[in-house]
C-alpha cells in the first residue's frame, strides 16, 4: 500500500464544491458583518427615517405594479369580452368554434406576465360555462371545477342582477372537486367580474392568481400586507398576519405612514381603482435598528457563530443532493431516488426520473414490436416476475377534427387515472400510452382476478365518460419472464378482437370458446351473386337485414363481424371487374372501408355501413349493365371463362371475326383499358378470392388463374394488391372473409 500523502488530498478537497460554497459563505457573513457595524456606527441617527422611506418607497412601488397590472387586465380582457367569438356564446353558441376560444383563453393564461389562472364565460341564457380546459354547466364549473365556500354558483348567478360593468372581489381558496378520492386545492384567487350594460345574462369572470401577483409585485419588506376597496371591505390579505389588520385602525387619508395600537401603518391610495395598500411593521422592529446597546458585539458574534453553522448546512444540503445527481448521471443504483429540500435539485430529480421511466418505455416499446436495441435499456431492465398485461383500447364516436382533439385529451386523462389507480395496487406497474388509442399497463403480480377485480372497479368512470369513447380492457394471463412481454402483449390484442359489438365497456379476460363462425350460406351467396349482378338494391338491402336480425344478440366475437364484413366486400370487389365497375368508382365505393368497418363500436352500425356500400355497388352495377357492349361484353365472359388458360389477343380477334389491332383500340376506346391490363387485374381479383380458403396453396392458386409460374404470379400479385400472395392471406381476417 502507498503511503498517504496529505497534500494531494487537501488540493482535492480545496476544489470541491463544499469548501467552496463554505469558503464563500464564510467571506460575505464576515463582510457583511463588518460592513454592518460600519454602517451603523455611521448613519444611527438616520436609520429610522431612511427605514421608514424605505418601507413608504417599497410601498409606492408595489401599489404602482398592482395599479398597473389590474387596469392592464381590465383593458385588455374588455376588448376580448367584446370579441365575436366571445359575444357568439351569448346568443347562439356553436360548439365547434368553442375550442378556438379556449385556444385564446389557453393563450392568455400561459402568459406569466398576466398571472391569470383561468378564464370563465359564463351565458346564463345557455347555462353555458366555457374555460381553458372544458366546457360545463354553471352548478358543475362552481360546484366541482372551482368550488369556494366564498363563491357558490347562487352567487355568480347574483352577479347578473348586480348594477356594475367592472368588479375585482375578495381574493378566495378555490378548490377541484373532479376526482372523488382526492380534492386538490387550485389555490388562492381573485375574481374579476365583466359586464356589459347591454347584456344581463352574459358575463366573464378572470381569475388572477393572489400568490403569485403578490410575490412578484410586493416590494416591502415582511409579509404584513392587505389590500382593500374604496367600502372598506378586504380584497387580498398575505398569509401570515398576527394579529390581522384591523381596518377600522386605517386613517381616511390617502397615504402616509402612522403609528397605530403599537404599529408602524404604511398607507397607499391607488389613483385608478381607489384601492387601499397597506404594509404593517412592529415598531420594535423599526426602533430596534436604531438602538446601540451593550449586547451588539455579544449579538454580532452570535450571528457570525450560527451564520458559520448555517453556512456548514446550507452547503452540506446543496453538496449531498449534488453527489446523488452526480451518481443519477453515473447509472448508480438507487441515486435517482433522493429527495432534497432545495426545488431545483428536486426538478433534476424529476428530470431523471422521468428519463429513466422514458428509457424503460422506449425498451417497453421495443420489446412490444421486436424493434432492434440501439441505446435503450435491455429486456433486464425489467424485472423477472410474474406479470400480466392490462391492455386498454379505446374507440372515438366521431372522426370530427374537434372531436378526436377531445378524444385524444380524454385518453390523456385516463392514462393518468388508471396509472394512479393500478399504481395505488399494485405499485410497481407501468402506465404506456403506446398507440393513438391504446393505454398498456404492465402488471407485477400473479394475482390475476385481483386486477380484474380493480379494473371492474373502474367500470362505473368508463360508463361516465361514454361520451368520449367507448373502451375495452383485456387482461393476459399471468407470464413469468420479462422475455415474455411481447407475447402477452400478442396475447392481449387477440383478446381484444374478442370483444362484442356492443356500445358498453367490456373487460375481456378469456378467448371465447367455440365462438360460431358468420356468414352466408351458399343458397344466400348465390342469391347475393345474382342480385348484385342484376344491381337489385332492394333485394340485396332485404338480404343484408335479415341476416343481421338472424345473428342479432349472439354471442359473435368483433373480429367475426369484421371478417364477415370484409368477406362480403371482397365478394363484391370480386364480381365486379374493371369493365363491370370503373376502377376509380369501385376505389371512390370503398374508400378507407377497413378503417371504416373497425370504427364501428355496434352491430348495427356495422350493417348501417356494409347496407349503404352494397347499395352503391349495386348501382354501379346496375348503370353499367345499361351501357353493355356485345364485343366488351364477350372479352369479359371469355376471359373469366377462360383465366386458367392461356389467353391471347389474336384468338379474342379471330372468334369476333376483327383484327388483333382494331379489336385493342376498340376495347381501350369503350373500357378506358387494355386488353392486356384487363386479363391481369382479373386474374389478380380472382385469386385473392381463392386465397382467401387456406385449402387452396398459392401454387395451386396461381395456376387456377392462368399463371404457371409462381414468381411472375407473386410480382403481379403485389403489383396489383400492394401485398405477396402469402402477405395477404396472413392478413388479419382474410381467411375468416370466405362465404358461402
Sequence with gaps: MSKFNPIPLFKDRSTSLFLRLLSGFLCIILLMSSLVLYFYAESKKNVRDQIVKYNTLMLQHTTEGYEKHLDMVKRQMLVFLLSEKAQSLRTTPNYREIPLLQQEINGWTSDVQMYMNNIVFYSKSNNLIVEKGTSARADSMFNVFYESEAYDAAFWEKQFDEDYSTRVLPAAVFRNHMFREATSTIGELVPIVFKTKSSHDFLMIVFLDAETIYQALHQAAGDDFMILDDTGRTIFRSFGQTPEIDPTVLRSASGGEYVSNGKYY????????????VQRVPVERIASQTRMNVTLIVS?????????????????GINNPLQKVIG??????????FRSSIREFNIIRRQLQDKDKMQKQLAFLQQL????????????????EPFVIVLFHAMSRREEEDEQAFFRTWLSYMKVHMEDRLGRAFPESMTFHIEA????????????EEVIIRLKQMEPLFEQDRAFGTVTVAVSSVFGSASRIGAAYQEAQDLVLERKLADRMQIVTDRTAGAEAI???????????????????AQLTSLIKRFFAKWQGTEATAAAWLAFGEGLIGKIKSEASPLVIAPDRLQAIFLDIDRQMRRCIAVSELEALLTTKTALAAEAFREKKQLRDPITTF??????????????????????NLSGGYLSSYFKEKTGMNIVDFINETRIMKSASLLADSKYKVQDVAEAVGYRNITSFNRMFKKYMGLTPSEFRRKPGAEGSRLG
Design 328 to 337: 443519477a448521471i453515473r447509472g448508480e443504483s438507487g441515486s435517482a431516488s
Design 635 to 656: 372479352v369479359v365472359e371469355y376471359v373469366n371463362q377462360h383465366l386458367s388458360e392461356e389467353i391471347y389477343l389474336d384468338t379474342l380477334a379471330e372468334r369476333l
Design 519 to 537: 356468414g352466408f350460406t351458399p343458397d344466400q351467396w348465390k342469391e347475393f351473386q345474382s342480385n348484385l349482378r342484376e344491381g337489385n338494391e
Design 300 to 316: 454580532a458574534g452570535v450571528s457570525i457563530a450560527l451564520g458559520i453553522v448555517i453556512s456548514w448546512l446550507f452547503a452540506a
Design 266 to 277: 404604511f398607507q397607499s391610495k391607488g389613483a385608478q381603482s381607489g384601492f387601499t395598500y
Design 369 to 384: 414490436k421486436e424493434i432492434p436495441s440501439h441505446g435503450a435499456p435491455p429486456p433486464t431492465a425489467f424485472k423477472d
Design 437 to 448: 388509442n391504446q393505454i398498456l399497463s404492465l402488471v407485477y403480480t400473479s394475482q390475476r
